[in-house]
């Protein structure tokens, strides 16, 4: 069975870190794109990085990017985000997704639709 599993989230004070993880079972993550998403109350789920685990090619939204990082761990099959200099506006349920059915692109990677398989999410809160 293919799943993918968050992990640690929770609330943090501004300018605050946390780290992410997203793990997988049922399959390798060894060939595929996974993904970073978050939906905060009343919006739109939106990108929020994403990686390239055969070619290691990373992509961020704008406004996460320079504070937050998406690496890979091959041999625990578990990919994280860490999170530093944390915002009130980075709250949301942050979601884990992995697809492996096309090549990497900044376009393609950023749509929701382009990945077939999601994690439950976990709640971060970013407040004082």
């Known amino acids: 069975q293919v799943q993918l599993v968050e992990s640690g989230g929770g609330l943090v004070q501004p300018g605050g870190s946390l780290r992410l993880s997203c793990a997988a079972s049922g399959f390798t993550f060894s060939r595929y794109v996974v993904a970073w998403f978050r939906q905060a109350p009343g919006k739109e789920r939106e990108f929020v990085a994403a990686v390239d685990r055969s070619g290691g090619r990373t992509e961020y939204k704008a406004s996460v990017k320079g504070r937050f990082t998406i690496s890979s761990d091959n041999g625990k099959n578990t990919v994280y985000l860490q999170m530093n200099s944390l915002k009130p506006e980075d709250t949301a349920v942050y979601y884990c997704?992995?697809?492996?059915?096309?090549?990497?692109?900044?376009?393609?990677?950023?749509?929701?639709?382009?990945?077939?398989?999601w994690g439950q999410g976990t709640q971060v809160t970013v407040s004082s």
């Open positions: 997704a992995a697809d492996r059915r096309w090549t990497f692109s900044s376009t393609t990677s950023r749509l929701i639709s382009s990945y077939d398989y």
